[in-house]
């Protein structure tokens, strides 16, 4: 009897599991997309563990269309226009359950986790004047003063001798990883008001990029299966899973973050005008301010660094680009326009340089995810119905090398495009290259004020002082795409410029 029972059952379930698989099968059938992708999401799981989704994304929307399916319940769009509608403030969107696996403390959620479309919006506009910098004094200084930190840690160890000097030795140095050890430092030193310290260490010193490196992999991979997600975040498994309050390099984080917080609050509140005493203006709580570090470091260091390496990258690999932007920093610094260091209002004004680091920002896009949106009722994109409740990823590479847009050499790297470009042209540009910051009042990075003048000064004081050239042209370097991307090896030789000019 057992048996038979047992039999039925496991009839019944396989029964309804393939008539589920047919349904869902049915309900996107009709958009275009790779086969086994329409059947089961390991198309996705196998390409996001790949290391090279945002290329595959690419792939397959120039194989299938700007709108192709990428999972039984996935689709995935690369037209601009589509993307800044369904981000857009009242779009009938909201964040898919993608987002919750990315809750790095499974005890609470963070701007970046949360499906709350109210909690969200609540978090973003009491953080809003920190990331923004009205609140906050000496912003701009503290950049100045990791950017130094950074020009000195390669002066000290990392300079090779110029052709014609003796008894200098030659020297290479992985950028990837130094320029990392700067934007950690930026960020820890804006969120906690004390830098991490990995530039004057020269290492890793909280050992946060090994543990994210580890990590990501897993958490970008896993977070397509939201019933993984929920097996993995429910309570039961709690106490198996480390919590990342104990865990190597995220613990050092968060109690770092426990220390600057407790400081703020309770009988004897410090008050200060920083990122932190702005938060606590705005009323975010104890438990949320110290939520929100965490979400910091990771939204804050590794897309910064990714812009930087590959905009030098595409620097280095271009000698017109090179020379000119070294002409335009040099001119600037003898006509007096370039102070030292330069400051953000300085290098808004250098036409060419802003054009570098666009075309930077477009060609390689720092956070790729999928970022994943549902609609509750049903939509159509690009002219093909999308019923209500399907996830709808971006493909940034499709996006930001579209030829609509950006032109038939879209995927060259050229600076030019945005000075020479008619008006109508170029506000299309900017608006779809600022996509690669998520764009729109609801989703847009916080951090992008700060990034952009990590930006507007990191080339400049590098350029002004150093030549810079890459050790093996045919291996620049390596990197791993997972959400946003992990690069390393990007070995480089460093000299003094002869002929540097002088502030
Ligand atoms: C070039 C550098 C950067 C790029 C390309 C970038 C890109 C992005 C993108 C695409 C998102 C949206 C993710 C989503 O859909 O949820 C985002 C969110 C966010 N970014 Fe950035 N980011 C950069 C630098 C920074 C920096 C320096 C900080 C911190 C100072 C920061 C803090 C944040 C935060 C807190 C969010 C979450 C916003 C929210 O949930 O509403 N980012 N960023």
Redesign the pocket.
């Known amino acids: 009897m057992f048996l038979v029972v047992t039999a039925v059952v496991a009839t019944l379930a396989i029964v309804y599991s393939i008539a589920s698989s047919i349904a869902t099968y049915r309900k996107l059938a009709h958009i275009p997309g790779p086969k086994w992708a329409a059947w089961t999401d390991f198309w996705l799981v196998r390409h996001c563990f790949s290391g090279r989704i945002s290329l595959k994304l690419q792939e397959v929307n120039s194989q299938y269309g700007d709108l192709a399916r990428v999972g039984p319940n996935w689709v995935v769009c690369g037209d601009p226009g589509e993307m800044r509608r369904i ?1 857009a403030a009242r779009s009938n969107y909201k ?1 898919a359950y993608w ?1 919750r696996g990315l809750r790095m403390d499974l005890n609470r959620d ?3 986790s949360t499906l709350d479309e109210k909690v ?1 919006s609540s ?2 506009s009491r ?1 809003l004047p920190g ?1 923004g910098g009205k609140d906050v004094d000496g912003l701009h200084e503290a950049i100045d003063d990791r950017v130094a930190a950074f020009v000195k840690l390669l002066e000290d160890k990392y300079l090779s001798g110029n052709p014609t000097e003796s008894g200098l030795s030659y020297r290479t140095v992985d950028f990837a990883r130094k320029v990392q050890f700067f ?1 950690l430092d ?2 820890s030193m ?1 969120a906690f008001g004390d830098a991490f310290g990995c530039l004057e260490a020269d290492e890793d010193v909280s050992r946060y990029i090994e543990v994210t490196e580890l990590m990501l992999p897993y958490t970008s991979t896993l977070a397509v299966l939201p019933w993984l997600v929920d097996l993995l975040q429910s309570p039961f498994l709690h106490l198996w899973l480390p919590n990342v309050q104990n865990m190597v390099g995220y613990g050092k984080v968060m109690s770092l973050a426990k220390k600057a917080v407790s400081a703020r609050y309770g009988e004897k509140p410090v008050v200060k005008r920083d990122m932190l005493g702005s938060f606590v203006k705005h009323g975010l709580s104890r438990d949320e301010a110290e939520g ?1 570090a965490l ?2 470091i990771l ?3 590794d ?2 660094a ?2 930087i390496r590959a905009t030098l990258l595409y620097i280095t690999s271009n000698p017109k680009v090179y020379a000119r932007l070294q002409r335009e920093i040099d001119e600037g610094v003898r006509a007096g326009r370039i102070s030292s260091p330069i400051s953000d209002a300085e290098a808004r004004r250098f036409p060419y340089l802003q054009a570098v680091i666009r075309e930077g ?1 477009r060609m390689w ?3 790729t ?1 999928l ?1 994943p949106k549902v609609s509750m009722t049903d939509d159509v994109i690009c002219g093909i119905r999308v019923p209500a409740g399907t996830s709808v990823a971006w493909s940034a590479w499709s996006i930001l090398r579209s030829k609509a847009v950006f032109g038939e050499d879209a995927s060259q790297f050229r600076p030019e495009r945005w000075l020479d470009a008619p008006p109508e042209q170029l506000r299309v540009m900017e608006q779809t290259a600022m996509l ?3 764009g729109g009042s ?7 004020s ?2 952009m003048i ?2 507007n000064k990191v080339f400049v004081e590098l350029l002004r002082r150093f030549d810079i050239v890459l050790v093996d042209p045919t291996q620049p370097w390596k990197y791993h795409n997972v959400i946003i991307f992990v690069q390393s090896d990007m070995h480089v030789r460093i000299t003094r410029r002869e002929e540097a000019v002088k502030a």
């Open positions: 981000w964040r987002y963070s701007t970046f969200h978090l973003r953080m990331y934007t930026v960020i804006l929100e979400t910091q939204a804050g260091s897309t910064t990714t812009a920002l896009p720092p956070a995810g970022l690669g910051f998520a609801r989703y847009e990075c916080l951090g992008k700060v990034a990590e930006l």
